[in-house]
């Protein structure tokens, strides 16, 4: 297959690049490299089947020849990247979202677009189903966020009911590994960087927020299964291991061996409208795609740790 990867050289997007050309796909990468990196499509750059465009993919999107798949993967995608580029993060999500969708229409290829679990926002309903229509803050920091996602959801439902276009939704939760930038504001890579300083790790607030963190190899056979399926509807795409903030700054100062402690602290501006709890329920994505996470924490830490120790901070 022909495949198209919009955000190809972010820290998800290059991993569904290496994987696709480890299947024997070929792939046009594009992305303007605002959170991206092209250090990032190391692996994938000498590959005769691997193509990359420097373009913004809000702009008109022309691609030469055939192309069978649309990832679009598009988006600042951590807190502190996207309160750094709120209108570029609102452009990507609706103008992106509506270039990625129309290049998908003029190819007759197959559209998944990466959705978030920001659509749930604050949410009332935990676990979070896909039934849950959210609890988003419109006009908070966060809503340039959540609501370009909303938005690019209804965009893309919109072109599979009136064009008959092949869409599908992926809900992402919380995914963690290598080539995370440490400078994300994320809280795993932000933690990582404290550890290993010996540094104290900041919890935000009382610590007792939780999240549901997945390993990206997990996640990206996720995506393949949802793109090769024939569910048109959103689905959950995430570990439902909950874990809280404290209980997770602890386990990566064991995993590191780190002298660093816990310390809470008040928090950041932006953080207003932190979601107090967050976990999919993956009934849908189990069921249909036959798919769950395989990778535990443990193990997802530890890889990702040793990736940040052998490249260097
Ligand atoms: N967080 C924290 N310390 C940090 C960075 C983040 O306690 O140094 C918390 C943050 O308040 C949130 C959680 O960790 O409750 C996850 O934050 P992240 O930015 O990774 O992603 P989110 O799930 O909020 O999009």
């Known amino acids: 297959m022909r495949v198209v990867v919009t955000g190809g050289a972010g820290f998800l997007g290059s991993h569904l690049c290496e994987k696709l ?6 792939v046009v990468c594009l992305d303007n490299l605002i959170t991206g990196s092209e250090a990032n499509l ?11 465009v420097r373009v913004d993919v809000t702009e008109f999107l022309s691609v030469d020849g055939a192309v069978d798949v649309v990832f679009h993967l598009a988006s600042p995608a951590s807190p502190v990247d996207y309160l750094k ?12 979202t509506h270039k990625a969708l129309g290049l998908a229409r003029a190819k ?33 920091r966060r809503g340039c966020y959540d609501e370009a996602k909303r938005f690019a959801e209804a965009m893309v ?26 400078d994300d504001g994320r809280v795993l890579p932000h933690f990582i960087r404290l550890a290993l300083a010996g540094e104290d790790l900041t919890v935000y607030g009382d610590g007792q ?16 299964r ?20 404290q209980a997770f700054a602890e386990e990566v100062i064991r995993v590191v061996g780190a002298r660093s402690r816990v310390r809470l602290v008040p928090k950041p501006p932006g953080y207003e409208d932190d979601p107090r709890r967050r976990r999919p329920d993956i009934s849908k994505a189990r069921r249909i795609l036959g798919w769950e996470p395989r990778i535990s924490r443990r193990e997802g830490l530890a890889r990702t ?7 260097g901070m």
């Open 42 to 52: 190391e692996p994938c750059l000498a590959h005769p089947c691997f193509q990359f």
């Open 209 to 224: 927020q939780t999240r549901s963190f997945c390993y990206v190899d997990d996640l990206i056979e996720g995506l393949c």
């Open 157 to 182: 439902m919109a072109y599979h009911r009136f064009h008959g276009l092949a869409t599908r939704i992926a809900r992402i939760f919380n995914t963690y590994g290598p080539r995370m930038r440490l």
């Open 108 to 140: 007759g290829a197959r559209f998944l677009l990466a959705s978030t679990s920001e659509v749930y926002g604050d949410p009332a309903v935990h676990p979070q189903t896909e039934a849950y229509w959210g609890h988003v803050n419109p006009v908070g």
């Open 21 to 26: 050309l480890s299947r024997g796909d070929e």
């Open 305 to 311: 740790i040793d990736f940040v120790r052998k490249r």
């Open 85 to 96: 580029f709120p209108i570029q993060t609102l452009k990507v999500g609706s103008l992106g």
């Open 226 to 245: 949802l793109l090769a399926s024939e569910e048109s509807e959103p689905v959950n795409i995430g570990n439902p291991e909950e874990v809280t903030v």
